[in-house]
């Protein structure tokens, strides 16, 4: 049975995925902002090692134009370095890598 992380699981897109995950035959582990917050690489890369999942779907994104334009730091620090992050550590773990 394959371990499915879910990042950003209270979102849409996190809840309908993880809705059609969890009716399949994985070990799905959903997580949310509280559970893990991907601006953090160390946090990431901590879990990522405890939990060792074989598979990894993010579906967090700051992605509201508005605020983005008012906070554009935050907006890349989610939607870019952590993502770049969140790579790098999967890479670590001997995960392939898609986008």
Sequence with gaps: MARVMLIGA???L???LSREIQSGPHDLVPLNRTDMDIRDHEHVADLLASLRPH???????FHKVEACELDAEQA??????????????A??????WCM
Excluded: H, Y
């Design 76 to 89: 890349f620090a989610v939607n870019s370095i952590a993502i770049r992050n969140l790579a790098i550590a």
């Design 55 to 61: 598979v990894i779907l993010n579906t967090a994104a």
């Design 14 to 16: 996190g809840s309908d």
């Design 91 to 96: 890479i670590e773990l001997g995960r392939t």
């Design 10 to 12: 209270n979102g849409q």
